[in-house]
């Protein structure tokens, strides 16, 4: 069973750097990551992922240039690294898991999900 859990969220003020963790078990070969960010109002967005190796990695254009995703699958962990934070930026972080193929743009195919954390920049 997968169990996803994240942590390092908080508040930090606009243009500093944050970096969001999520702690993956239950994970087997080929499962791909992603990371996710939800506002109360809004659909779920999507921010970034990556394939079981590493060699393909997504991001959204609001995420590009600016956070990093990454994993140690030796820890079974999975890195949100944000940089210059922007009060757009404000959100509920999610990782989440597809046992398929990477999927972008879209939360459909990922079919375990951690509790979310809570990542706040004020204007």
């Known amino acids: 069973q997968v169990h996803l859990v994240e942590s390092g969220g908080g508040l930090v003020q606009a243009g500093e750097s944050l970096r969001v963790i999520c702690t993956v078990s239950?994970?087997?070969?080929?499962?791909?990551l992603a990371w996710f960010r939800q506002v109360p109002g809004k659909e779920r967005e999507f921010v970034a992922a990556?394939?079981?190796?590493?060699?393909?990695?997504y991001y959204s254009e609001a995420a590009k240039g600016r956070f990093t995703i990454s994993q140690n699958k030796a820890k079974n962990t999975l890195y949100l690294q944000m940089n210059n934070l922007k009060p757009e930026d404000t959100a509920v972080y999610y990782c989440?898991?597809?046992?398929?193929?990477?999927?972008?743009?879209?939360?459909?195919?990922?079919?375990?999900w951690g509790q979310g954390i809570q990542v706040t920049v004020p204007s």
């Open positions: 989440a898991l597809s046992h398929g193929a990477v999927v972008v743009d879209t939360d459909i195919g990922y079919e375990a």
């Open positions: 239950g994970r087997t070969y080929g499962d791909a």
């Open positions: 990556t394939s079981y190796s590493g060699e393909s990695i």
